[in-house]
């Protein structure tokens, strides 16, 4: 784990967290499939981003996060959002974890070419595959996805954002 990473006085490993919800023109959103090396077996599917530094905006982060893990080269200004806000609580590397998080929009206005030059050890480790998937192949998969019901969430997002964030917990 990162040095982004505090402890809580209850021993939980905490840490604010930038996500990326790209969209492609087809509406297809981009997920990560992760692994935790200490359940083999056990994969997810989850948006593009991960941890602030301190004292990290989250929409810098958020950019910083798209281009160390698909290459695509965007202004902060440019995302939309955040869309939504929720706290993430989970097992990971054998601790607990709780990772609040903000989601923020970025659709592609052309062909992305993807690439995996900026992933840290632990990504090159935990990260099984990168692929787009359609709104109704994301509603009608076994897979697990995170956030839960983002099918949903992504159908669910006007044209243009203009409002508040939205608690998805």
Do not use: K, N
């Amino acid at each position: 784990m990162g040095p982004e990473w505090a402890t809580a006085p209850d021993g939980t490993r905490t840490r604010s967290a930038a996500r990326v919800v790209v969209l492609d023109g087809a509406g297809r959103v981009l997920l990560v499939r992760g692994t935790d090396p200490t359940v083999p077996g056990e994969a997810w599917w989850f948006t593009v981003g991960g941890g602030r530094a301190p004292g990290e905006p989250a929409r810098e982060a958020a950019a910083r996060e798209l281009l160390e893990e698909t290459g695509l080269v965007v202004a902060p200004t440019d995302l939309i959002g955040p869309v939504w806000v929720r706290v993430a609580d989970f097992p990971y590397l054998g601790e607990r974890c709780r990772q609040h998080e903000e989601f923020f929009v970025h659709r592609l206005s052309g062909a992305a070419v993807l690439h995996r030059d900026g992933w840290t050890p632990l990504e090159v480790e935990t990260i099984t595959d990168v692929r787009w998937w359609d709104v109704g192949e994301l509603s009608r998969t076994g897979d697990t996805v995170y956030p839960e019901d983002l099918a949903r969430l992504v159908a669910g997002l006007p044209p243009v954002w203009s409002g508040p964030a939205q608690c998805i917990d």
